[in-house]
């Protein structure tokens, strides 16, 4: 069975601080790798996603994830967060046709 | 270009009544799938096909039936709702052919309570 894990379900920080998500899956072969975001009241946006090359990928909004093979990782980073990144994220794993998700996590800035 | 459409957008049963969410999409993707998403649960898949007459179980199947007897169209029903079945419900797809970037597209949900 597939299975994502993310960890440290609730974040808060305030704005301009770091942030670093979390995120390992438990099986192997090709896969593909996603970050989604929900803002408050609306549904997922694709954030960012690696499927070959580069291990180091740029999404929107200033963020970036790292795919480590040996680490079965897909961290998800933003050098300086801002009031607007309050949402929550959810890393997912797709291999042939399913995706699964990982069980988010709540990130509130502080201004 | 309307991409994912869900109806209702909310809905109120009580236990042991039947209904249907509406799924339809206008992008001719081969993939459509049924989420739930429950708080620190994160995305759970319900159903999933890869085209029409395909139809296979997700996660969390029970309690769900599904059809595709169109490439557009992708119904989920509730045949006798539960309090558990309380959720929001999100339908998405993507295309498997021509360039797939692996994206979901989603609906905007339906959240449903069941009494």
């Known amino acids: 069975a597939q299975s994502v894990s993310q960890h440290n379900h609730h974040v808060i920080l305030s704005e301009a601080a770091s942030l670093e998500l979390g995120c390992n899956y438990s099986y192997g072969g090709t896969v593909n790798l996603f970050w989604y975001v929900q803002y408050p009241g609306q549904h997922l946006q694709l954030l960012l996603k690696y499927f070959s090359g580069d291990p180091l990928v740029k999404g929107i909004k200033g963020f970036e994830a790292e795919f480590i093979k040996s680490k079965f990782s897909f961290n998800l980073r933003k050098p300086s967060v801002q009031w607007s990144d309050t949402a929550e994220y959810f890393c997912?794993?797709?291999?042939?046709?399913?995706?699964?998700f990982g069980k988010g996590n709540q990130v509130v800035v502080i201004p | 270009n309307a991409g994912v459409t869900q109806t209702p957008k909310f809905q109120v049963l009580k236990t042991g009544q039947s209904m249907t969410l509406q799924c339809a999409q206008d992008m001719n993707h081969e993939y459509m799938s049924w989420y739930r998403q429950d708080p620190g649960m994160g995305l759970r898949l319900i159903h999933y096909?890869?085209?029409?007459?395909?139809?296979d179980q997700g996660e969390v199947p029970n309690g769900y039936n599904v059809s595709r007897s169109t490439t557009e169209d992708f119904p989920l029903r509730l045949l006798s709702a539960a309090p558990s079945q309380t959720s929001v419900y999100f339908c998405a797809s993507l295309p498997l052919k021509g360039g797939n970037t692996g994206e979901l597209f989603f609906g905007e949900g339906s959240r449903l309570t069941v009494l």
């Open positions: 096909s890869v085209g029409a007459g395909i139809t």
């Open positions: 997912a794993v797709r291999r042939n046709n399913r995706l699964a």
